[in-house]
């Protein structure tokens, strides 16, 4: 007979409290076995009779990630000290009228979405409470929202395709959803202007809205700085395609084209077929992003988490970055072009470098062990800019690298990230050809 049956023989033959006793004898050991205390307190006093536990920050470091920060620790995107100054059309362009947009990738749900633009969780139930067609989305549908001050979502709309799009609005405390179907008719509209005191009171006066203007300035922002370089007596010209029905404007519309003439210089725009702006030569006015900041892909040790929550106060904690657990004296790279706007110590950051990419992108490295640029720089996308280090409140050697988009901390490790395609050779004649008939009707204007 084998050795298993007979101790289950045994067994059988013991009476009723016997095996019960034998059980749980079994269950016991097994506890102490697999039971291991994962954190133990220093102070812990038994007065009462509570347990009251103590925790220094030197308590709080164990419960954080390892190769990051201490939980607490928070880099709040527009903490001065971590930011660019505002300039001119900055100052101008109210937080609300900022355009927030996504194309929908597949796979892509929308928790996801709002996880990678650390958009509230709650604003998504509340959003869904109302109607549940957010839920399902078609791969490639264009999601557009605007925040409010607080970071609260006061409008989302969802292109669902050419014609339709679905809206949920934030007003008296609640969301209402409505469906609009484009049935009017698209004509183009002509705004002209002349910069008077400054560029954002000029295009306001010329009828563009405070969103319009924004994507103006953002389009533009590698051809031309509308906060620095415009001057007193440049001309403007845009085309707006508005939709009418019976006539009647029903919405402020689309900018189609541009043309700015700052001095000698004419500067274009046109909006393609494809959703995307151009030069007259079909170039892309976007610069491309680099997705990481080191040449060697490191284990991330803490990921971008919008809504983590402290252990121990169980506050929301949000974690505005990501961190890769590279050994001190690793090179940093510049993921994009721009200008060097911060490169100091601070105590939590430690040594730290902020570059402003154009009017969208801001990104942060934190903690170095060497700054090898200085403040007001420009930089290449690739450019070597730091050493990285374990300095500032830090849990062990580690890149905090962060990704701010139209001021807001986003997950750089997901968010679409800018691409410099020129149009599609097939399309790039007849794109010249309309270009410069756009262009020309646009120069009659100003
Ligand atoms: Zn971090």
Not at 63 to 71: C, G, I, K, M, Y
Not at 99 to 108: D, L, P
Not at 176 to 182: A, D, G, I, S
Not at 247 to 273: F, M, P, W
């Amino acid at each position: 007979m084998k050795y298993k049956d007979v101790v289950v023989k045994r067994i059988n033959t013991l009476s009723k409290s016997h095996k019960f006793a034998l059980v749980s004898l079994s269950l016991f050991t097994c506890v102490i076995l697999i039971w291991e205390p994962t954190h133990s307190f220093d102070a812990v006093s038994t007065t009462d009779s509570r347990n009251e536990i103590k925790l220094s920050s030197d308590n709080l470091q164990t419960l954080a990630d390892q190769n990051s920060e201490p939980v607490e620790t928070i880099f709040e995107p527009d903490d001065p000290d971590f930011n660019a100054p505002k300039d001119e059309l900055d100052k101008h362009i109210d937080v609300q009228d900022i355009r927030h947009s996504h194309t929908v990738a597949s796979g892509e749900t929308l928790g996801e979405i709002f996880n990678q633009y650390a958009l509230p969780m709650s604003d998504m139930y509340a959003l869904l409470g109302v109607n549940k067609s957010a839920a399902n989305m078609r791969v490639g549908a264009d999601l557009e929202w605007q925040q409010n001050e607080a970071g609260k979502l006061i409008e989302l709309k969802i292109h669902r395709n050419i014609k339709d799009t679905d809206i949920y609005t934030w007003s008296d405390d609640r969301y209402t959803f409505t469906q609009q179907e484009e049935k009017g008719e698209i004509k183009p509209v002509f705004l002209t202007g002349r910069v008077t005191s400054n560029f954002y009171n000029s295009a306001r006066s010329a009828g563009l809205t405070p969103g319009q203007i924004q994507t103006l300035a953002k389009q533009l922002q590698w051809k031309f700085d509308f906060g620095k370089e415009a001057r007193k007596g440049d001309k403007f010209a845009v085309e707006i395609d508005k939709e009418f029905i019976d006539g009647k404007a029903i919405s402020s519309g689309e900018v189609k084209a541009v043309l700015y003439k700052n001095g000698n210089r004419d500067i274009t725009l046109l909006k393609h077929t494809d959703g995307h702006y151009y030069d007259m030569q079909g170039r892309s006015l976007n610069r491309a992003f680099d997705r990481y900041p080191t040449h060697k892909r490191f284990r991330i040790s803490s990921s971008f988490n919008p809504y983590r929550k402290h252990p121990v106060t169980g506050r929301t904690s949000p974690h505005n970055g990501t961190d890769f657990a590279a050994p001190v004296g690793t090179s940093v790279y510049a993921t994009g072009d721009g200008v060097v706007v911060r490169a100091l110590h601070h105590p939590l950051a430690g040594n730290y470098v902020v570059i402003k990419h154009g009017r969208e992108y801001v990104t942060r490295y934190l903690h170095l062990s060497k700054i090898l640029v200085k403040k007001g720089q420009k930089i290449s996308m690739g450019d070597k800019i730091a050493l990285s280090g374990n300095t500032g409140r830090s849990t062990g050697p580690h890149l905090h690298y962060e990704l701010i988009k139209n001021g807001r901390a986003v997950n750089a490790m997901k968010v679409p990230l800018p691409q410099a395609s020129p149009i599609k050779t097939s399309e790039r004649s007849h794109f010249k050809q309309q270009a410069k008939l756009t262009i020309d009707a646009l120069r009659e204007q100003v």
